[in-house]
């Protein structure tokens, strides 16, 4: 079990926090970009603790994210007026900002005026890759976007599964991404005590299982019995808050990320590759999204009937913020000792002035990151079964 320093430390990620400074060195996915449009090119994000609101200009197809509050008496600059130049205009009092922040215009001051020039709204970079929406809210120079197989790859197709808002703290969620045998009972009993399928993979007696750190974060394996017996690849959990899985026919990706201290958004992408091995050329413009509906029940239970419904049970059952302290740790959470090991040593090395792990600097080493990722037989043979299950969930 961890102190209630510890416990902090590792889960509080708002401006100031040693976590969040660690947070704010990776590029995270905010929104989907085609839920801004003409008609409705601007939203209220709220990333890692800040209310901020993203715009899109599209004549010039450009993204800008600014603090909600405007600096001159906090009015929403949602209701702004989008201008020129990509700047958004105050209703309030109409002060004036660029995309980095600065104060244009600030109408009904003194001519010749220069406190305009120490006025900064925090504003943040952000770009579009693969219909999300990427914000980066840390120092200089920002890492690159890391290419991932599941966004770099062509030879298929894409599509971006956004869930429903997960009311807990962001850890949860990505800790069982290093739980190895849960899937056995939330997954694997729970769909066939249901009478559904989707479990059978998992129905199966894990002799032994271990976990690999990497350099982009740690790699969960099962080692089956039974009359399928097999080792599996494994697929990692990446750092700091992401999952490289094949679901199905589909290889996904799993952003997990922090809204606040006590909720999550959980964006998921997944790559379905051709059969025949052929480049297909679809536009970001063409990789449909699907925004999940709710996981609950008219009567506010969890629905159990999905792998994101139970998965969705066991993360905000634990609390709003789990209370570590309370916990009993055993010989099948190595897992999550690792990771919560590899956490604090990150966030030190922040502390410290350094460079974390897993950022991509380099681009001649992201044009195609991948990992040494496979179904086992079993899985493959699960597939052939499942060819069009809906994606969107395995943890």
């Known amino acids: 079990m961890l102190t209630q320093e510890e416990n902090d430390l590792l889960t509080k990620i708002g401006p100031g926090t040693a976590c969040g400074d660690l947070f704010r060195r990776y590029w995270h996915p905010i929104a989907a970009a085609a839920d801004l449009t003409r008609e409705k090119p ?10 901020l609101v993203l715009f899109w200009f599209a004549d010039q197809d450009r993204y800008v994210l600014l603090a909600e509050q405007c600096r001159h008496r906090g009015a929403s600059l ?4 989008q201008e020129e130049s990509c700047t958004v205009r105050c209703a309030y009092h109409g002060w004036k900002y660029d995309a980095e922040g600065r104060c244009l215009e600030q109408p009904f001051e003194p001519p010749g005026s220069h406190y305009n020039e120490k006025v900064r709204q925090p504003a943040y970079k952000v770009e579009r890759y693969r219909g999300l929406v990427f914000a980066y809210m840390g120092p200089e120079p920002a890492p690159l976007i890391p290419r991932w ?17 997960l009311r807990c703290n962001w850890l949860q969620a990505q800790e069982n991404s290093v739980d190895t045998v849960h899937t056995y009972y939330l997954h694997g009993v729970m769909m ?7 479990g059978e993979y998992y129905l199966r007696p894990i002799e032994r299982y271990e976990y690999v750190s990497n350099e982009w974060g740690i790699t969960k394996k099962r080692y089956y019995g039974g009359e399928q017996a097999e080792a599996e690849r494994g697929h990692p959990a990446v750092f700091p808050n992401m999952l490289r899985v094949p679901e199905h026919r589909w290889q996904a990706f799993h952003w997990r990320l922090p809204i606040d201290d006590e909720s999550t958004q959980i964006f998921w992408m997944g790559f379905l590759p051709d059969d025949d091995g052929r480049e297909i050329a679809q536009r970001d413009s063409d990789i449909p999204v699907e925004h999940l509906r709710s996981l609950k029940t008219a009567e506010d239970e969890h629905e159990m009937t999905s792998f994101q ?3 969705k049970m066991a993360w ?14 055993s010989a099948s959470d190595r897992g999550i000792t690792m990771w919560r090991k590899m956490l604090r040593e990150q966030i030190e090395i922040v502390r410290a002035g350094g460079r974390p792990m897993a950022l991509v600097t380099d681009p001649a080493q992201n044009e195609c990151i991948s990992f040494d990722i496979s179904a086992g037989q079993a899985r493959e043979e699960y597939q052939v079964r499942k060819r069009d299950a809906l994606p969107g969930g395995v943890a």
């Open 149 to 165: 197989d599941v966004t770099a790859r062509t030879d298929g197709t894409r599509k971006i599964v956004i869930h429903p808002v």
């Open 309 to 311: 419904s139970q998965d």
């Open 192 to 198: 066939r005590s249901k009478g559904l399928p989707g």
């Open 42 to 51: 601007r939203e209220r994000v709220r990333v890692l603790g800040e209310d």
């Open 78 to 81: 949602y209701y702004g007026y």
């Open 316 to 329: 905000e059952t634990q609390g709003a913020r789990y209370d570590r302290t309370k916990e009993h740790l």
